[in-house]
C-alpha cells in the first residue's frame, strides 16, 4: 500500500529556518516525482515544486523558486521541504504528493498534510 | 498562468445530481484533455478521483464522472450522498514544463 506519511504540525518565529518531511513507502521510491503543495488558510492548491529522488532533478514553481529547498533521501525514502528565514506569509498547510509527471500532472497518492504556523 | 474557473459552491439533495464546471482556455483544458479532479473532505488532505478527463483511480465511486466540451471540463456527482460533502478542484496539464494549475474550488454541500 502506497503511503505518505507527513511530519507533524510546526509553530515558528519569523526568520527561524524549518524542515518537514514526507516519508513514502509501498512503492519504489527513486522511480516517481515527488512533490510539495501549498493550501494557505481558506485557499486553493498551488504546486511549489517537485523533485526526482532518482537522481535528484528538482524543478520548482517560479512564485516559491529561491525561496524554498526541496530535497530527497533515497537512503530513508524522505522528502524534504526547507525554509532558511520563515515569514508569516508562509503560515499554511503543507501537503506532499506524488505526481506522474514533472509539471505535477496526476497526483495519484497525497500526504495527511503539515501544519505550518508562523508567529511572533 | 491563471487558476482554472470554478463556481465557489454546489448544493444539491442527497440522491440528486450536481454537476461542477472547470472553465480553462485552449492552452490547458482544451488543448490536451489531461483534466484531474479532486475531492478535499473538510479537514483532510485532496484526494484524486477523476484523470484524464473520466478515469477513476481504484475505489472511487462510478457515481463520479468526467467530461470535457471545448475549454470546459465538467465533474457530475451522481446520487448524491452526505460523504460526498467536500471541496473540487479540478487541474489540467499545460506542458511538460510549466506546472499545473489548480482549479479556484468548489465546495459542495448536501442539503
Known amino acids: 500500500e502506497v503511503q505518505l506519511v507527513q511530519s507533524g504540525a510546526e509553530v515558528k518565529k519569523p526568520g527561524e529556518s524549518l524542515k518537514i518531511s514526507c516519508k513514502a513507502s509501498g512503492y519504489s521510491f527513486t522511480g516517481y516525482w515527488i512533490g510539495w503543495v501549498r493550501q494557505m488558510p481558506g485557499k486553493g492548491l498551488e504546486w511549489m515544486g517537485v523533485?526526482?529522488?532518482?537522481?535528484?532533478?528538482?524543478t520548482y514553481s517560479p512564485s516559491f523558486q529561491g525561496q524554498v529547498t526541496i530535497s530527497a533521501d533515497k537512503s530513508s525514502n524522505t522528502a524534504y521541504l526547507q525554509w532558511s528565514s520563515l515569514r508569516a506569509s508562509d503560515s499554511a498547510m503543507y501537503y506532499c504528493?506524488?505526481?506522474?509527471?514533472?509539471?505535477?500532472?496526476?497526483?495519484?497518492?497525497w500526504g495527511q498534510g503539515t501544519l505550518v504556523t508562523v508567529s511572533s | 498562468q491563471s487558476a482554472l474557473t470554478q463556481p465557489p459552491s454546489v448544493s444539491g439533495s442527497p440522491g440528486q445530481s450536481v454537476t461542477i464546471s472547470c472553465t480553462g482556455t485552449?492552452?490547458?483544458?482544451?488543448?490536451?484533455?489531461?483534466v484531474s479532479w479532486y475531492q478535499q473532505p473538510p479537514g483532510a488532505a485532496p484526494k484524486l478521483i477523476i484523470y484524464e478527463v473520466n478515469n477513476r483511480p481504484s475505489g472511487v465511486p462510478f457515481r463520479f464522472s468526467g467530461s470535457v466540451s471545448g475549454n470546459t471540463a465538467s465533474l457530475t456527482i451522481s446520487g448524491l450522498r452526505a460523504e460526498d460533502e467536500a471541496d473540487y478542484y479540478c487541474s489540467s496539464y499545460i506542458s511538460s514544463s510549466t506546472f499545473e494549475v489548480f482549479g479556484t474550488g468548489t465546495k459542495v454541500t448536501v442539503l
Open positions: 485552449s492552452s490547458d483544458v482544451g488543448s490536451y484533455h489531461r
Open positions: 523533485i526526482y529522488p532518482g537522481d535528484s532533478d528538482t
Open positions: 504528493a506524488r505526481p506522474s509527471l514533472r509539471s505535477g500532472y496526476l497526483a495519484d497518492y
